[in-house]
C-alpha cells in the first residue's frame, strides 16, 4: 500500500492519456452491463422457473387448446400436488406497441401456484370478489399509470365478446410486485370464470396450457411421463416439461442469443485491451530511466512488476467500477425497447463477473510491460536517461 | 502569391510526413484501427441481421397481392373466417381472374412442433393448408427438389429455410401431426421470402386435421393491378356481410417484422452508438500521441511559414484515413463473418419460426463508413487544434 501515492502519481503524469484510456474503459463496462441486461431479458427466466412445476401444453404446437376437464384428471395422477390452467389471450391496450401479457387464470390456484407473485391481502379478497377483476404487474402498472380501482378496456386478437366486440373491460383490483428482482412484473391476469363465460362459443371449456405442482422436483421426469400417458391416444395428446425446459424453449426460440451477445463482448473487449494495453506499453517506455532508477536503488524483479501491474490494475478497476456503476444507473432507467424486454435489470452476478473481469482486463494489458520493465538492466536503462 | 495551391500542397506535405511516421508509432495506430473497425463490424454486423428479417419478410410482397383478416386480428394465426365469407371475398371486384376462376386462396395458418437442427429443441414451424390458386396469388414460388403435393391427399410441401433449419424435412421423410404422419413430396424456394419458413399442404387436408370444419384463416388474393386495392378494400368493408381487414400484402408483412425488427436496430444502434465513444476515445489518444511525438516537427514547419489551418486540415486527413482504413475493414470483416448466414427466429406476431440470412447491404457498409469517418474526424479534431495552437517558439526550444 505504500506504494500507492508512486502509483497514482505515475497515472496523473499523463492526465489526458490517463483519462481518454480510462473512458474507453468506462464504455467497455457500460456495454458490458448493457448487454448482460439484454441477455437477462432475454433468455433470464429460466432462472426464475419453479424447480417443482411442470408446463403441459398440447403436443402439436402451443396454439392448439386443452380441454379444461384435464385438470381434474391431472390432480388424480401420482406425484401431482395440484393442477390450475392459463390462456393466451393476445390482448391489445391501446396500441399494438404497447405490448404486455394478459392471462385468464384460476385466482386462487394461480396464487398458491406462484408464490412468486406478492399480492397484498386486501387485494386478493377483492379480486376474488370481483368477477371482472384482474391484478396487474407493478411495472405495467407504472408504465401506463393505472391504478387500483381504473377500468381498462383491452382489445383482444383472438377472443371474440357474444356481441361481436374485441373489447374486454376490466377492472384493476390490486398490482402485484414481485417476490426478486427476476420475477417478470408486466403480464395481467384475470378470472378464467369471467373469461369462458363471456368468450363466444369457439373455443368454450378449453384452455392454453397447465402448470402442475409436483410433490418431489427429483420426480419431475417421471410425473412428466405419467401425465403424458394419461392423455395418450386422446383428441388433444399433451407435452408436460419442467418449466425451465418450457422457458428455455422460447429462449431458444429467438435464436442463438448468448452467442450473439458473447461475440459483440469478444469485439469490444479485444478493442480495449489494444487501447488500454498500448497505453501502458507508451508508459513503460517513456519511464525507461526511472525504472532503472528504482532497480538501481534495489527495487527487485518482482516489486517492479508489481508496480507496473498494479498501475494497470488500478487504471481497469477504476474505469470498470464507473463504467459498471454507469449501466446500474442507464439499466435501472428501464426497458430501452418499452416493452419488449420485461425482465431488464442487472443481475447482480453479472456485476460481480464484470469486476472480475476488470482486475482480469487489468492483469493482461499489465503484464507485457510490466515483464519488458522487469528485464530492463539497469547499465542500460540509465543509460537512456 | 499562389495562396489555394500553397495551401493544398502545406496540406500534402505534412499528411505525407504524418503517414510516413506511422510505422514508428504502428501500436498506437493498429489498437485505433482495429478499434474502428470492431465498432463497424458490430455495427453493420447487428444491423444485418435486421436487414435480412426484413427482406426475407418483404420479398415475400407482391404490389398486386392482398391479404383479408378477420377485423381485429393482427396475425393470420387469431383470424378465422366460413366458407361463405371467403367465397365473397373471391368474388369481389378488383381480383384478378383466370379461366379456373379468381386468383385467391383461403387459407389455414397453423404452428407444428419441429425440433432445430443447431439446437435439438423444438420449435414452432408454420404449417399452412392452400387452396390450388397459391401458387398463381405468390407465383415466385417453385419446387426445387422432389414434386408438389398432390391436391387433396395426406402429403405436404417444405420451404428451402424450414428444411434447412428443422430436422427430419427431407423429401421422403415423414412429419407428425397429431396422430397423422405427412410424407414431404418437395421442397420448394420463393425468392428468399418467409414462405420458405413453411410447410404447405391442401387445405382441406388441414382442416380435416385440425376438425376446423370448412372454415379458413385468411384469404390471400391476386388484384389485377396495385392501384384495384382502393376498390377491393371498400367492397369488401362496406359489405355488411363481412367484419374484415384488408391489408395489402407488403403492409401486411412490415408489420409482422415490426416489432422484431424494431428490437434489433435500437438495441444495435445503443450497442454501437457506445463502442463508437470507446472508439472516439482510443482515436483520441492516438492522434495526441502523434502530436505529442510530432511537437518539434510541427513547430519547424510552422517557423518555416506553413499556416496552421494547413496542420490542422492535415492532421484530421491523417486521422480520417485511419479511420476510413478501420471502416473498411470492419465492414469486409462483417460481409465475410454475417453475409448470408443462415439462421431462425421467432416472429413474434405469431409465434412462429422465420427462417432467413443475415444481409450485409451496400447501404449497411456506407452506413458503416460514413460512421468510421465520423470517428477519425471528432477523432482528429482536438488534437490537430492543440497542434495548431503550439506556441512555436516554446515548442522549439524543446529540441
Known amino acids: 500500500m505504500k506504494f500507492f501515492h508512486l502509483i497514482w502519481c505515475n497515472l496523473k503524469r499523463k492526465k489526458l492519456r490517463t483519462s481518454l484510456t480510462l473512458l474507453s474503459i468506462v464504455v467497455a463496462f457500460v456495454l458490458f452491463g448493457f448487454l448482460s441486461a439484454i441477455q437477462q431479458a432475454l433468455v433470464g427466466g429460466v432462472e426464475m422457473a419453479g424447480a417443482d412445476r411442470l408446463i403441459v401444453r398440447h403436443k402439436v404446437s402451443i396454439i392448439q387448446l386443452l380441454p379444461v376437464s384435464y385438470e381434474a384428471r391431472m390432480d388424480r395422477i401420482a406425484g401431482v400436488d395440484f393442477a390450475t390452467h392459463q390462456t393466451w389471450f393476445g390482448g391489445i391496450y391501446q396500441d399494438p406497441k404497447n405490448f404486455f401479457m394478459q392471462n385468464p387464470v384460476e385466482p386462487e390456484k394461480f396464487l398458491q401456484m406462484h408464490p412468486e407473485i406478492i399480492l397484498p391481502p386486501e387485494q386478493e379478497k377483492a379480486w376474488l370478489a370481483t368477477r371482472t377483476g384482474a391484478i396487474v404487474g407493478r411495472r405495467t402498472a407504472n408504465r401506463f399509470h393505472w391504478k387500483i380501482g381504473d377500468q381498462v378496456p383491452i382489445q383482444s386478437t383472438i377472443w371474440t365478446r357474444p356481441d361481436g366486440s374485441h373489447t374486454w373491460e376490466f377492472d384493476i383490483v390490486g398490482i402485484y410486485d414481485g417476490k426478486d428482482k427476476g420475477t417478470d412484473t408486466t403480464p395481467m391476469f384475470f378470472r378464467y370464470d369471467y373469461f369462458d363465460e363471456a368468450r363466444q362459443a369457439w373455443g368454450k371449456g378449453q384452455v392454453g396450457w397447465y402448470t402442475i405442482r409436483i410433490k418431489d422436483p427429483s420426480q419431475a421426469a417421471e410425473v412428466a411421463k405419467r401425465v403424458d400417458a394419461e392423455f395418450e391416444n386422446s383428441p388433444a395428446e399433451t407435452k408436460t416439461e419442467p418449466e425451465g425446459a418450457f422457458i428455455q424453449g422460447w429462449a431458444k426460440a429467438i435464436g442463438n442469443i448468448v452467442l450473439i451477445v458473447a461475440a459483440i463482448l469478444g469485439a469490444v473487449f479485444f478493442t480495449i485491451l489494444l487501447v488500454t494495453g498500448n497505453t501502458m506499453a507508451q508508459a513503460v517506455r517513456e519511464r525507461t530511466g526511472e525504472l532503472g532508477v528504482l532497480k538501481a536503488i534495489g527495487f527487485t524483479n518482482g516489486r517492479i512488476v508489481g508496480l507496473v501491474l498494479a498501475e494497470s490494475c488500478l487504471l481497469t478497476v477504476l474505469g470498470g467500477t464507473l463504467g459498471l456503476g454507469l449501466a446500474w444507473l442507464v439499466i435501472s432507467r428501464g426497458d430501452p425497447t418499452s416493452g419488449l424486454l420485461p425482465m431488464f435489470f442487472f443481475p447482480t452476478r453479472d456485476l460481480l463477473i464484470g469486476l472480475g473481469l476488470s482486475v482480469v482486463l487489468g492483469l493482461v494489458t499489465g503484464i507485457f510491460p510490466a515483464l519488458q520493465a522487469m528485464r530492463l538492466r539497469v547499465a542500460d536503462a540509465l543509460r537512456r536517461m | ?399
Do not use: C
Open chain 2, 1 to 399: 502569391m499562389a495562396g489555394p495551391i500553397n495551401w493544398f500542397s502545406q496540406i500534402a506535405s505534412i499528411t505525407k510526413f504524418g503517414l510516413l511516421s506511422i510505422p514508428q508509432r504502428r501500436g498506437a495506430v493498429v489498437a485505433t484501427v482495429i478499434g474502428i473497425a470492431g465498432v463497424v463490424t458490430v455495427l453493420v454486423g447487428v444491423l444485418s441481421i435486421a436487414a435480412g428479417f426484413r427482406q426475407a419478410m418483404t420479398v415475400s410482397a407482391s404490389p398486386d397481392g392482398a391479404i383479408v383478416l378477420r377485423s381485429g386480428a393482427d396475425s393470420e394465426m387469431v383470424s378465422g373466417f366460413g366458407r361463405d365469407e371467403t367465397r365473397v371475398i373471391a368474388d369481389s371486384p378488383g381480383v384478378a381472374r383466370t379461366a379456373q376462376g379468381p386468383l385467391a386462396s383461403a387459407e389455414l395458418f397453423v404452428i407444428i412442433n419441429i425440433p432445430k437442427r443447431s439446437t435439438g429443441t423444438d420449435a414452432n414451424v408454420p404449417l399452412r393448408g392452400v387452396e390450388p390458386a397459391a401458387l398463381l396469388v405468390r407465383d415466385n414460388l417453385k419446387i426445387i427438389r422432389g414434386r408438389m403435393f398432390d391436391w387433396g391427399k395426406d402429403e405436404v410441401i417444405v420451404g428451402r429455410g424450414a428444411a434447412q433449419e428443422f430436422a427430419g424435412l427431407e423429401v421422403g421423410s415423414k412429419i407428425k401431426v397429431g396422430r397423422y404422419e405427412w410424407p414431404v413430396a418437395g421442397i420448394f424456394s420463393a425468392d428468399g421470402g418467409v414462405a420458405e419458413s413453411e410447410i404447405w399442404t391442401d387445405a382441406k387436408v388441414l382442416q380435416d386435421a385440425y376438425n376446423r370444419g370448412d372454415s379458413f384463416q385468411s384469404v390471400s388474393v391476386r388484384l389485377n393491378s396495385p392501384g384495384a386495392f382502393q376498390q377491393f378494400k371498400d367492397s369488401l368493408t362496406s359489405n355488411p356481410q363481412l367484419n374484415v381487414k384488408v391489408v395489402r400484402q407488403s403492409e401486411y408483412y412490415a408489420e409482422q417484422s415490426e416489432t422484431i425488427t424494431r428490437l434489433i436496430t435500437t438495441l444495435g444502434y445503443l450497442i454501437a452508438f457506445l463502442m463508437a465513444i470507446g472508439a472516439v476515445f482510443g482515436a483520441l489518444n492516438t492522434m495526441y500521441s502523434a502530436v505529442a511525438a510530432r511537437t518539434r516537427e510541427i513547430a519547424t514547419l510552422r517557423a518555416l511559414g506553413f499556416g496552421s489551418s494547413a496542420v490542422v486540415v492535415s492532421l484530421m486527413l491523417e486521422s480520417l484515413l485511419l479511420a476510413l482504413v478501420g471502416g473498411i475493414l470492419g465492414g469486409g470483416l462483417a460481409w465475410l463473418a454475417f453475409n448470408n448466414f443462415h439462421t431462425s427466429t421467432m416472429n413474434w406476431q405469431s409465434f412462429s419460426q422465420i427462417a432467413f440470412a443475415f444481409k450485409v447491404t451496400p447501404e449497411l457498409l456506407v452506413r458503416g463508413i460514413v460512421w468510421s469517418a465520423l470517428i477519425g474526424l471528432i477523432g482528429g479534431l482536438f488534437p490537430a487544434i492543440r497542434a495548431a495552437r503550439l506556441p512555436i517558439a516554446a515548442a522549439l526550444r524543446e529540441l
